[in-house]
């Protein structure tokens, strides 16, 4: 049973555009939504993370939108470039930090 | 943030050999460290928990005697595989749940094995 749910699996943006990757999880007990990106042959880095105390959460041109009720929670990338391009993953776990469960990836591609 | 390395990065081997990845967190210590395997194009695949002083926890369908986990200190888990098979090439990445910020969990950079 996936425990996070992502999608899209893939997606293509115009260089400037906003790319936008949405996850939805069950387990009302998650309590900390990381993102992950992954650049390829490499491992995958922490991009920004939320906790479910704000509903938003913004550094740079990354932003995580966060809707409790919904238990949905999304990654926007403003002003997307090039270098973007990489493997997006969200992630969800419990406050023991013991357990991750991750979506299945996002395979975003910025076009100049 | 903290940081995980792994090593080797990329590691080719005959059918039938052993291989050992290690992976060390280098600025903070990690009591349980989580092994992953990940083919192209996918999602990373839990295969175990490695914990500190007792052993690893398999995921289902994961053969814990090709993959030998050993956490021997709070800094360092080494992933063997045994007696590799070309089936065995993939993506192994490693990661560590960091103790300075509850929930944050760094990877390593992850190991490329190829088996001939």
């Known amino acids: 049973q996936q425990q996070v749910k992502q999608s899209p699996q893939s997606l293509i943006v115009q260089k400037g555009g906003i790319s936008i990757i949405n996850c939805a999880y069950e387990n009302t007990a998650f309590d900390y939504f990381p993102w992950y990106q992954q650049f390829p042959g490499k491992g995958p880095a922490l991009l920004i993370a939320?906790?479910?105390?704000?509903s938003e959460k913004k550094e740079g041109r990354f932003t995580i939108s966060f809707n409790k009720s919904a238990k949905q929670f999304s990654l926007h990338i403003m002003d997307s470039q090039p270098g973007d391009s990489a493997t997006y993953f969200c992630?969800?776990?419990?406050?023991?930090?013991?357990?991750?469960?991750f979506g299945t990836g996002t395979s975003l591609t910025v076009i100049p | 943030g903290a940081v995980v390395s792994q090593h080797p990065s990329r590691v080719i081997c005959k059918s039938g050999t052993s291989v050992k990845i290690e992976c060390r967190s280098l600025?903070?210590?990690?009591?349980?460290m989580f092994w992953y395997r990940q083919f192209p194009k996918q999602s990373l695949m839990l295969m175990a928990t490695?914990?500190?002083?007792?052993?690893?926890?398999?995921e289902q369908g994961v053969e814990k005697d090709k993959f030998l986990i050993n956490h021997a200190s709070l800094t360092l888990s080494t992933l063997t595989v045994t007696s590799a098979h070309p089936e065995d090439s993939s993506f192994y990445i490693c990661s560590a749940p960091w103790t300075g910020r509850a929930g944050e969990l760094f990877f390593g950079e992850g190991s490329r094995l190829t088996v001939l």
């Open positions: 992630a969800a776990s419990k406050n023991t930090g013991n357990q991750f469960y």
């Open positions: 939320i906790r479910p105390d704000v």
């Open positions: 490695s914990n500190e002083g007792s052993k690893a926890t398999y």
């Open positions: 600025d903070f210590q990690a009591t349980t």
